[in-house]
């Protein structure tokens, strides 16, 4: 039983609970309202408060959101397009041509050798790092001086 009292108290904490509570006297008589209504119609109005509510909290998130798409869109139209994408991209087809065969053939090499048959027992895999960081060095030292200048 105790099991049982542990899970209960958990999801009491975790999980939020909404309580309804009455207006006090004084509110309602400086809104001009009687306290006092038959049982009718104070579970009309009550009915009645309670889709107005619902109403006006669906129309307050919608403004939301369209403020926050609104934003969303003006700073999107702020910000410069990144150069260093197409200048990577350059360095790579212009001086590091080179690097760049070599790391798209030792990728053949690996594909081609994945397909064997026994691929996942062998003691050596080849891998393309070598290649990697010599393609990335050359590039990076072909962008960098010229990418910082253009950020200044």
């Given at each position: 039983?105790?099991?049982a009292e542990l899970w209960s108290d958990?999801?009491?904490?975790?999980?939020?609970?909404?309580?309804?509570?009455?207006?006090?006297?004084?509110?309602?008589?400086e809104v001009g309202e009687s306290t006092?209504?038959?049982?009718?119609?104070?579970?009309?109005?009550?009915?009645?408060?309670?889709?107005?509510?619902?109403?006006?909290?669906?129309?307050?998130?919608?403004?939301?959101?369209?403020?926050?798409?609104?934003?969303?869109?003006?700073?999107?139209?702020?910000?410069?397009?990144?150069?260093?994408?197409?200048?990577?991209?350059?360095?790579?087809?212009?001086?590091?041509?080179?690097?760049?065969?070599?790391?798209?053939?030792?990728?053949?090499?690996?594909?081609?050798?994945?397909?064997?048959?026994?691929?996942?027992?062998?003691?050596?895999?080849?891998?393309?790092?070598?290649?990697?960081?010599?393609?990335?060095?050359?590039?990076?030292?072909?962008?960098?001086?010229?990418?910082?200048?253009?950020?200044?």
């Open positions: 039983m105790a099991l958990l999801v009491d904490t975790l999980l939020p609970t909404a309580s309804a509570e009455e207006e006090p006297e004084s509110q309602a008589s006092e209504q038959p049982a009718d119609k104070a579970g009309e109005a009550e009915e009645a408060d309670a889709e107005d509510g619902a109403e006006a909290a669906e129309e307050t998130e919608e403004a939301e959101e369209e403020e926050e798409e609104e934003e969303e869109e003006d700073d999107e139209d702020d910000e410069p397009e990144d150069p260093a994408p197409a200048m990577r991209e350059a360095a790579a087809e212009g001086v590091c041509h080179e690097f760049k065969h070599h790391f798209e053939e030792c990728q053949a090499r690996v594909m081609k050798e994945m397909e064997e048959p026994g691929y996942d027992d062998k003691e050596y895999k080849e891998d393309c790092v070598e290649e990697f960081f010599h393609l990335n060095h050359c590039i990076d030292q072909q962008v960098a001086p010229v990418l910082f200048s253009k950020l200044k």
